[in-house]
């Protein structure tokens, strides 16, 4: 359902840019495919978890894609999925257990760049973007079995999320090597629960500074208009 959501959204753009232009313009689609991870501190799960054996949930790492269009010369806009995932084991570990705490959330934010330079070898710029988060989070010790989710019934996004901040890409003419960091706010409440899971996790809170690593493709050809 994500999939479907992340297809749909990410033609947004491509239909403002058709409404502006009166003949067929070749436009530069810039794309991003991206890993790394969010510091993140969600006490309402770890001031639990950790009373229960469990490893402190203290990073979750990321994937995604970030797909944007050049609409003026100093403005791209587009679409961007991220794929949270938090994956914490006893502490200290036992491998006589099957004890764990998951943390699985799909993030989906428009985008908004800002290009600040442009060079054959090197890119730079800043960005924003807000959207909304489905999410589920997965617990399994010595007191806990059992699962709370906050998704959209209608399969949109249950929880705001947002994300700023700034790329620098060193390659050459339309592929690049990126590095990105900035801050993302994302917190998730209202839980649905199935099993047995402690009423103290009111929240969590995955909001924190993130660093990503990736691959930048600047360039590749579409085309929009009639």
Request: aromatic share 10%.
């Amino acid at each position: 359902m994500c999939t479907k959501r992340f297809a749909i959204l990410s033609f947004l753009p491509v239909l403002f840019i058709a409404n502006i232009a009166s003949a067929a313009t070749e436009v530069p689609v810039k794309a991003r495919l991206y890993v790394g991870a969010t510091s993140v501190n969600p006490t309402s799960l770890n001031d639990v978890i950790q009373t229960q054996g469990m490893a402190k949930m203290d990073s979750v790492t990321h994937y995604g894609v970030d797909i944007t269009y050049p609409v003026l010369p100093f403005l791209d806009l587009g679409v961007r999925y991220t794929k949270h995932l938090g994956d914490k084991q006893e502490d200290p570990s036992n491998s006589a257990t099957d004890y764990y705490t998951k943390i699985d959330q799909d993030s989906v934010a428009l985008v908004a760049r800002v290009p600040l330079l442009k060079t054959d070898i090197l890119r730079a710029d800043i960005f924003g973007g807000f959207g909304g988060s489905n999410t589920t989070v997965k617990l399994k010790n010595s007191a806990q079995d059992g699962e709370l989710t906050k998704k959209a019934d209608s399969g949109w996004f249950a929880t705001p999320y947002s994300v700023a901040g700034a790329s620098v890409g060193i390659g050459w003419k339309h592929f690049f090597v990126f590095f990105e960091g900035g801050i993302e706010s994302n917190k998730v409440d209202g839980f649905s629960r199935t099993g047995t899971t402690s009423s103290n996790i009111t929240n969590l809170d995955l909001s924190g500074g993130y660093f990503s690593l990736g691959i930048f493709m600047d360039g590749i050809p579409g085309t929009i208009g009639k």
